[in-house]
């Protein structure tokens, strides 16, 4: 059964980094993509960042230049880099595979609190 565990929030100051893991379990078979959300409270959950079984990456425009997807297909893991992170960086970080009939596997989520 396909799964998703994230990992590695917490508390960073402004100008820090973080880097948050997501574990997928399961077959690959039928990802359309994957990507990374954040939602704070009172907010719609937005996009973070994706990237499709071909590789290619779409960044949200907040944290284009400082975050990151990297991958280690051997650990079935996606990252989420985060680099010169600001206080409204901070909410609840998701993680989701999507397949290729639009339907969305989402992770528990992970708090991440940045501080001014």
């Known amino acids: 059964q396909l799964q998703l565990v994230e990992s590695g929030g917490g508390l960073a100051q402004a100008g820090g980094s973080l880097r948050l893991s997501c574990v997928r379990s399961?077959?690959?078979?039928?990802?359309?993509?994957m990507g990374w959300y954040r939602q704070s409270p009172g907010k719609q959950r937005e996009v973070v960042v994706t990237?499709?079984?071909?590789?290619?990456?779409n960044y949200a425009g907040a944290v284009e230049g400082r975050f990151t997807i990297p991958r280690n297909h051997a650990k079935a893991t996606v990252y989420l880099q985060m680099d010169s992170l600001k206080p409204e960086d901070t909410a609840v970080y998701y993680c989701?595979?999507?397949?290729?009939?639009?339907?969305?596997?989402w992770g528990q989520g992970t708090q991440v609190t940045v501080s001014s």
């Open positions: 989701d595979t999507r397949s290729w009939n639009n339907n969305d596997l």
């Open positions: 990237i499709g079984s071909g590789g290619t990456t």
């Open positions: 399961g077959s690959w078979f039928g990802t359309k993509a």
